[in-house]
């Protein structure tokens, strides 16, 4: 299989986390809902990969803090965990996707 042109840029996915902030509007009960952290895939592998993206979050809930990972829609998986690594998970990703091809 040939290795698709998005995997040569590391910014494919990225991983934010959800800030606490009186400014971000997010209260700790809504952590319930939208999760820790979400994991955002650009257009091309969240179009063209969507099977990968779903198998992604088998990934993500191996990752050590991560209690849960929901594939919330084609560009989009919502994390849940305390004292995630978010810069290893993202790296992570990266290595996951460039072993697949």
Do not use: C
């Not at 996915?13 to 999760?35: C, F, K, N, Q, Y």
């Amino acid at each position: 299989m040939a290795v698709p042109a998005f995997l040569t840029n590391d910014e494919f996915v990225s991983v934010e986390a959800h800030i606490d902030s009186p400014d971000s509007g997010l209260l700790a009960e809504d952590r319930e809902s939208v999760g820790d952290f979400t994991v955002y895939y650009d257009d091309v592998p969240a179009h063209e990969y969507e099977d990968l993206v779903e198998e992604s979050t088998g990934f993500i809930e191996t990752f050590p803090g991560v209690q849960r990972a929901v594939h919330e829609d084609r560009e989009m998986i919502l994390g849940w965990g305390e004292g995630v690594d978010l810069p290893l998970l993202h790296r992570g990703l990266i290595k996951w996707w460039r072993a697949k091809f």
